[in-house]
């Protein structure tokens, strides 16, 4: 079976967790924020620049012309998040050309479709997910659960956007993935060996 | 990992071969019409008669009262249903109760809740399900692929309405099964192996 494996997940769902330690048992590349790095590197715009580009979120950036300064800004932005968009794509098709490796996020199985990567959904039911976001929540960080079941509810509709806009198809429809791993009331370090055996 | 796997699977998704090649690969009992003999034989109705009851589907069984013997019959036929799926779920946890095994649909993922099988749910495209239909055709069968779409369609819908009606839960969501596996363009036999190891 192929080693270029991505991972697509749910906000709490543990993906990330489980993306890091199966590219860690496979001996094999991870990247997620390095992708942000790397796209630093190739255009003259600095890594948060970028992050905040993505947050934008391109949906929302459509030219628009009430007004004919609103729309230009507007116009701008659009454009900036392509060229990141763009810049992304390409990036991923060269790190997945040299060698094995698992990408987090960013319509990496959309963009790589033409190689046949192994596509990973990994989610979890709501309760598990806040329960996960609770336990990793750094110091000082006091959200209630009610804050966080929005934060988590906020951050999918986000991501589904994302996906929607760039893929034309629905975020999470299991239609998109080889593999959907629910990760409702278990331990991601636990689960992992079992899913790394599938590439023995 | 435990050995209780149940399996549900869109029609022509290859879930039923995907679950008897995998009881085979790990050496476990693989149940499936194997359960309909074993009501026959703790009930005092026939195989084929159950077979009827359980394609009859529950939910359009509803007692109503439009004219007194109409609701009769269709009070004795809701009753039936009931009589078959009690004798079902009870099989099926003795069964799992036994030794490890594959379990084929009948709402065994619900029944044996709180023994915590691997729930396991297989999909696939409809083209890739209409192939596969296609493929194995008994001798003589001519339908068309127009035909086969409408065959699946209407199996889906069926299954979905028995699983709903009886778990009050939706079939095919992917938060009622561990894992999902998408069988577009794949050979089952191939990616048996790799699924296997799960369970190693």
């Given at each position: 079976m192929g080693r270029i494996i991505t991972i697509g997940r749910e906000f709490g769902s543990g993906g990330r967790e489980l993306g890091r330690r199966l590219a860690e048992e496979l001996g094999i590349e991870y990247y997620d924020r390095e992708i942000l790095t790397q796209i630093a590197k190739h255009t003259s715009m600095a890594e948060e620049y970028i992050q905040n580009v993505v947050e934008r979120q391109p949906h929302s950036l459509l030219p628009i012309t009430i007004g004919r300064s609103f729309a230009y800004v507007e116009d701008y932005a659009f454009k900036q998040a392509q060229a990141v968009y763009q810049a992304q794509s390409k990036i991923i098709r060269e790190l997945a050309e040299k060698s094995d490796c698992v990408i987090i996020g960013r319509c990496a199985d959309y963009i790589l479709r033409d190689q046949k990567p192994l596509r990973i959904f990994v989610y979890a039911d709501l309760e598990s997910r806040i329960a996960r976001c609770m336990d990793r929540?750094?110091?000082?960080?006091?959200?209630?659960e009610k804050e966080l079941k929005k934060q988590i509810q906020a951050m999918d509709k986000n991501r589904a956007r994302y996906y929607e806009f760039y893929t034309g198809t629905k975020w999470g429809?299991?239609?998109?993935?080889d593999l959907c791993i629910n990760t409702t009331g278990t331990v991601i370090k636990e689960i992992v060996p079992a899913v790394a055996k599938i590439f023995d």
């Open positions: 929540r750094s110091e000082g960080e006091d959200l209630t429809d299991k239609l998109n993935y």
